[in-house]
C-alpha cells in the first residue's frame, strides 16, 4: 500500500496482524491482497470499487440513511479482497480522510479546529449555534461522538501514536457538521426547551426536530 | 491523454451541498467525479460537502497535487458560493495559497455558457421539437435576488443557441411561477427543463405535485407539457466542469 499515507497501518499489515480500522477489520492476504471486512460475519463479497463500498455501508441494518461515516452503525455481512494499491482509496469511501488524518497525526502535522471556532464562524439559519452555552456544548458533543469511531482530538482527546498492535483510532480534528447542525437545534431548545418523548430508532440519524430522534433524546435528557 | 499533458498534473475537486438526511441527493456529484476519474485527464478528482464527508473545512486535506481547482456542483451564484464555501475552505479569492497548494476557485456549473447546452439536450431527451417552448425551471427565492441571475443568463444562452423557437424562464419559489407555465408561452407544446442539480425532492415530487403532472406527458386544453430529468444529472455535466476547471488553469 502507498506507506506515505499512513506508515503505522502499512506496517501491522505487512507484520500479518489483523488491524481494527474504525468498525472495519483488515488483513493482509497472499497475492498482494488486504480483505477489508465489515462488522459481523461476512456473508456476501462487495465489489472493490469505491463507490460500491461507499453505497454498501450507506444505509444502517435498518435502513437509515447514514450521513456520518464514523457512526457505529456501519452495517455488517460483507467483505472485500483489495489489491493493496487500491486499499487508501477503498479505506478513504468507507472513512473519508481517515488515513490522511492518521498521517499527519503520527506526524505530529494535523491541523486541530475548535467547536468554539466552527460555532462562531457559522452564518445563516446556524449561527444561532454559536449561542449554545458551554454546558450544551459539551452534551451534544458526548450525545454524538460518542456514537462515532473516531477519537475527537478537537476535543483534547488523545491518540496513541504507537498503539499500531492492532487497533488504528481515527482522530477526529474538526467538529463535523453533523454536530454543528446538533448544536444549532439545541440552542433552539435552550431558549424554548421542547418535551421530551421516548427514544425512536426509526427516526433519521440527523433529525434532530423530529421528537424521538435518538441524539435528540440523549441530549435532552442530559440537560 | 494522460493527466500530466492534458492537466499539468492538476487536481479537481467538486463540491455539492450534500444532506444530512437524504441519502441520495449527492449522487450526481460522486457520478461527475467517477466520470472525470475515468477520463484521466485530472492528476486527481476529489468530493466535498456541505453537509457529508469529506466535510468542505477539511476536503483539501484529501488532495495529494500542490494545484487543486474547486468547482462547485451548483446552479446558482449566491449565499453558498459566495459565503459558505469560500469560509469553509479558507479561500481567499479566485486565487488561494493554502497549506502550501495553489487552490483555483470556479464559478459554479450554472454559471457556464456550456451548460445551455445540456439544458436543450435535456429538452431534447424529453421529446423536445424545435417548434415547441422550452421552458428553463430554476428555483429562485424571494429572499436571495442573487439565486435567479444564472437561471435567466442560462435561458440567455439556450436562446441564442436557436434550437426552440421559444425560450421562457419559470421559477418554482418566485415569480413568474411554474404554476402559470401555459400562460406566459404560445407554443402548443411546452419541454420545462428543471434547471436543478439532483433529480431530488423538487424534480421528483414537488414540481410533478404543484403542476400536476401525469408524466413525461401531460395534456392540457389541447396543449402538452412535457418534464425533462433534471440538468445537474446529466453526464454532459462533467464536460461543463471540466470546461471551468481548464478555463481556471489560464489565471496567474
Known sequence: MDVSREDGLAQALASGISVEFGQLTLRAE?????????????????????????????????????????????????????????LPDAL?????LALEHLAAGARAELRVVGLEEVLERQAGRYSVAASLDADGRRVASEVLCRQCVRVPVWRGEQIDAAEHGGVASIPCPEPCSVLVSLCREAALWQQSPPARSEPDPTVAFAAFETPGNEMREAYLAAR | MTSANASNGRGLLLVGHGSHLNGDSSAPVYEHAERLRAGGD????????????????????????????????FISAGYFTNEVIPREMRLTGKLSCIDGKTVRYTGPVGAHQSLARVIVQRAMEAGGQPGDALAVLGHGTPRNPDS??????????????????????????QEPNMRGIFDVVEAETIVVVPLFIADGWHVGETI?????????????????????????????????????????GAWT
Not at chain 2, 468530493?47 to 468547482?71: I, M, N, Y
Not at chain 2, 436562446?159 to 419559489?173: A, H, N, P, Q, W
Request: contains cysteine; aromatic residues 8%; glycine residues 10%.
Open chain 1, 30 to 86: 497472499n497475492e498482494g491482497t488486504v480483505l477489508v471486512a465489515g462488522p459481523g460475519a461476512a456473508a456476501d463479497t462487495v465489489s472493490p470499487t469505491p463507490a460500491a463500498l461507499r453505497e454498501r455501508v450507506r444505509y444502517d441494518e435498518r435502513g437509515r440513511y447514514r450521513p456520518l461515516s464514523g457512526a457505529k452503525s456501519m452495517p455488517g455481512g460483507w467483505c472485500v479482497h483489495i489489491a493493496e494499491a487500491a
Open chain 1, 92 to 96: 478513504d469511501a468507507l472513512y473519508p
Open chain 2, 42 to 73: 485530472w492528476a486527481e478528482v476529489r468530493t466535498g460537502f456541505w453537509k457529508e464527508e469529506p466535510q468542505l473545512s477539511r476536503a483539501l486535506d484529501g488532495c495529494h497535487v500542490s494545484d487543486v481547482t474547486v468547482v462547485p456542483v
Open chain 2, 148 to 173: 435567479e441571475r444564472n437561471i435567466y443568463q442560462q435561458s440567455g444562452f439556450v436562446r441564442d443557441l436557436g434550437t426552440f423557437s421559444e425560450v421562457t424562464t419559470i421559477f418554482l419559489d
Open chain 2, 208 to 248: 410533478p405535485e404543484d403542476l400536476a403532472l401525469d408524466g413525461v406527458e401531460t395534456r392540457r386544453g389541447g396543449r402538452r407539457l412535457r418534464y425533462a430529468r433534471a440538468v445537474g444529472t446529466h453526464p454532459a455535466v462533467a464536460d461543463v466542469i471540466s470546461e471551468l476547471a481548464y478555463e481556471a
